[in-house]
T-cell receptor, first 114, second 119 residues
Framework: AQSVTQLGSHVSVSEGALVLLRCNYS??????LFWYVQYPNQGLQLLLK??????LVKGINGFEAEFKKSETSFHLTKPSAHMSDAAEYFC????????????FGSGTRLLVRP | GAVVSQHPSWVICKSGTSVKIECRSL??????MFWYRQFPKQSLMLMAT?????????EQGVEKDKFLINHASLTLSTLTVTSAHPEDSSFYIC???????????????FGPGTRLLVL
């Protein structure tokens, strides 16, 4: 069975500071891993994904994530936070079966202080 | 590319009525569409998976007679909440996955969501 754990339901950073959102996964097969962002009252937007190619994945809006198999982690980072980054972030895992169903973490709300 | 729309964006209805929500992939053909439900300040809960031309697969605990899903074409899936009650009030989000032959077949693209309020 697959699962995702996001440590920290809320993360608060100052504008310009490093953003680090943690995600650990459990999967019995090589996973696909995703980070999505959700702004209030909106759907989810894909930030980036890992599909067994490069372990360091660059996404939109300056975000990147590194797949570390030994740590079963896929943490999301951004060197310098902007006020516009304030949102809910979801990490998700899927297997390589034909359905590609996603299993979501509980989400992390990023707060950016001026 | 990979745009998914939902209609309506919000709906208010009386208890006992049925509500239909449409999910469309605008610039790609979606072999599979997914329907999620999200409660305030919570993560997404997968309700069902629908494949074009076949019956939807519902997750455990989701009433298939309550939440009717139709995936009649490669670009349209509908969710009908039948005999809606206040406890059905929620944010419903769909996603679509490109079909075979597309490089992004493992990726789900999400619609903007539909907020349902049942009075």
């Amino acid at each position: 069975a697959q699962s995702v754990t996001q440590l920290g339901s809320h993360v608060s950073v100052s504008e310009g500071a490093l953003v680090l959102l943690r995600c650990n996964y459990s999967s019995s097969v090589p996973p696909y891993l995703f980070w999505y962002v959700q702004y209030p009252n909106q759907g989810l937007q894909l930030l980036l994904k890992y599909t067994s190619a490069a372990t360091l994945v660059k996404g939109i809006n300056g975000f990147e994530a590194e797949f570390k198999k030994s740590e079963t982690s896929f943490h999301l980072t951004k060197p310098s936070a902007h006020m516009s980054d304030a949102a809910e972030y979801f990490c998700a895992v899927s297997g390589m079966d034909s359905s590609y169903k996603l299993i979501f973490g509980s989400g992390t709300r990023l707060l950016v202080r001026p | 590319g990979a745009v998914v729309s939902q209609h309506p964006s919000w709906v208010i209805c009386k208890s006992g009525t049925s509500v239909k929500i449409e999910c469309r992939s605008l610039d790609f053909q979606a072999t599979t569409m997914f329907w999620y439900r999200q409660f305030p300040k919570q993560s997404l809960m997968l309700m069902a998976t629908s494949n074009e031309g076949s019956k939807a697969t519902y997750e455990q605990g989701v009433e298939k007679d309550k939440f009717l899903i139709n995936h009649a074409s490669l670009t349209l899936s509908t969710l009908t909440v039948t005999s809606a009650h206040p406890e059905d009030s929620s944010f419903y989000i769909c996603s679509a996955r490109p079909g075979v032959g597309r490089g992004n077949k493992e990726t789900q693209y999400f619609g903007p969501g539909t907020r349902l309020l049942v009075l």
